[in-house]
């Protein structure tokens, strides 16, 4: 599997041919594929509409298995941690609509996180604060 940015047209047209969203696709996007520049596995992309760093859409291929998509989320999470970290963001938001409770109980142990709210529409919204090293 290759992680990799999203970082020209066909990239993204990529990622919306699998899965379209109502907005422009923006910095980050990570893409993981089963071979470089092959089959999309999966894209997490980022939405600042709102004035804050949210991670998501996320999009899984939906014949992944449940272990595959497993593997495939904590593998975008990361290239997309790394990728905000370069860039000196210490925080992102995201959220798991309800009806995921696996997917919250990948974030639960692969992250150590808990939703710290639940809004009116019942999405569960996460806070990643990320570790900067000390020298």
């Not at 893409?31 to 520049?37: D, G, I």
């Not at 798991?96 to 995921?100: E, L, Q």
């Given at each position: 599997?290759?992680?990799r940015?999203?970082?020209?047209?066909?990239?993204?047209?990529?990622?919306?041919?699998?899965?379209?969203?109502a907005w422009p696709f923006e910095f980050p996007t990570v893409?993981?594929?089963?071979?470089?520049?092959g089959e999309l596995l999966g894209y997490l992309t980022t939405n600042t509409k709102s004035g804050y760093?949210?991670?998501?859409?996320l999009w899984l291929l939906p014949?992944?298995?449940r272990t595959g998509k497993a593997f495939v989320l904590i593998r975008l999470m990361t290239g997309y941690e790394n990728t905000l970290a370069i860039n000196k963001v210490d925080r992102f938001l995201f959220f798991?609509?309800?009806?995921?409770e696996h997917y919250m109980d990948i974030i639960?142990?692969?992250?150590?996180?808990d939703p710290y709210e639940i809004d009116a529409d019942g999405n569960y919204w996460y806070q990643r604060i990320l570790v900067k090293e000390t020298v």
């Open positions: 599997m290759y992680i940015l999203a970082t020209k047209g066909s990239d993204y047209a990529k990622c919306s041919r699998a899965a379209p969203i893409m993981a594929e089963r071979t470089f520049k760093i949210v991670a998501g859409p014949t992944l298995t798991v609509p309800p009806g995921n639960k142990r692969a992250m150590g996180l």
